[in-house]
């Protein structure tokens, strides 16, 4: 079978099912795992390089409003690439190629490659994509199999903290304007042993006034924005330090969104792992790198005062 896959967590989830030699195109996104890199390449974002927090939300809103795609798809090397599956996602305006463009341009393929839609709001519909995936590729026991191992992992990490008290967690999606994370964030949080004081599970992240974060008692502050690695988030967390230390929160810790809560895909296990150790230190161990060259995975505690940032 001959896979193109549009969504990097359907990238990621068709490897871990042991599917990447049938992967024949992905998009501009999906780096993990490094094999990814080297597979024709089939999107391109039109949002600039270099642009801050509160320009990208800015670009991102006139261009949804205006009706304009903010990726491009190169309908033509996807031809090319002579697809048997296309998995996409159709749950994120802002993450992927449209949903609907992609069907039609499936409809002009020979073959009339079958279209797959990834739109998982919970960490419950994140597992369950997984056997959709290995449904469709004809890999179902590969897929059960992954499951099983992800349900072991949760659970242990669920023991770990059963016993320990929970801390009230602020999760941050974005800065400017502040995003409250939602979808399967939440669920994480609470699996790792803590409260999420604002997220709602299986709902969308929603924007919030700084004002309404500063309001509640919180002990632990994630700064995850979308889509970033540890890297850039504690870029974003030292700009805007003023305005998260205002919070009074005992802790501010920037994660790998990227890798590990942003993409509904099989990492967002190893998230948990390493929200509980964040949450929970002495009940919880820092997970392992799945690789020697991700040793970027884990999370980084800053200090922040209100004198920064703005």
């Known amino acids: 079978m001959r896979i193109a896959s ?4 359907a990238t990621e989830a068709l490897f871990a099912l042991g599917l990447g030699d049938q992967v024949v195109a992905v998009t501009h996104e999906c780096d993990w795992p490094a094999e990814a890199r080297s597979i024709p390449q089939l999107t391109r974002t039109v949002i600039p ?32 690439q002579r697809p048997d599956l296309i ?33 998982p709001l919970t960490f419950d519909d994140v597992l369950a994509d997984l056997g959709r995936v290995g449904d469709a590729a ?8 992954l499951r099983d191992q992800a349900a072991i992992r949760l659970n242990a990490v669920k023991a770990a903290v059963a016993e320990a008290g ?26 790792a042993g803590g409260i999420d004081v604002f997220g709602e599970p299986g709902e969308r992240s ?4 700084w004002a309404e974060l500063e309001s509640h008692s919180i002990d632990v502050v994630l700064v995850m924005p979308c889509g970033y690695d540890t890297e850039r988030s504690a870029e974003e967390a030292h700009t805007y330090a003023g305005r998260i230390a205002a919070i009074g929160a005992e802790r501010v810790v920037v994660v ?26 002495d009940h919880v161990p820092t997970p392992a790198p799945t690789i020697a060259a991700d040793e970027r995975m884990h999370a ?11």
Not at 90 to 112: H, I, M, R, W
Not at 264 to 279: M, N
């Open 6 to 9: 549009l969504v990097p967590s």
């Open 49 to 80: 390089d270099g642009l801050s927090a509160a320009e990208i939300d800015r670009v991102v809103r006139d261009t949804v409003a205006a009706g304009h795609p903010l990726y491009e798809l190169d309908a033509e090397r996807l031809g090319e």
């Open 87 to 119: 998995v996409t996602q159709a749950v994120c305006e802002v993450c992927a190629v449209s949903f609907d463009d992609v069907v039609a341009v499936a409809a002009t393929l020979p073959g009339k490659p079958r279209v797959l839609s990834l739109d």
């Open 138 to 145: 004809g890999v179902k026991a590969a897929a059960r199999l």
């Open 166 to 191: 929970r801390p009230r967690v602020l999760a941050l999606e974005w800065l400017d304007p502040p995003f409250v994370a939602g979808h399967w964030v939440p669920e994480m949080i609470e699996l």
């Open 206 to 209: 929603r924007t919030a006034e």
């Open 256 to 281: 790998n969104a990227s890798a590990y809560f942003s993409r509904p895909g099989p990492r967002l296990v190893t998230g948990v792992e390493l929200l509980g150790h964040v949450l929970h230190p």
């Open 300 to 310: 980084e505690v800053l200090t922040v005062s209100a004198g920064g940032g703005t």
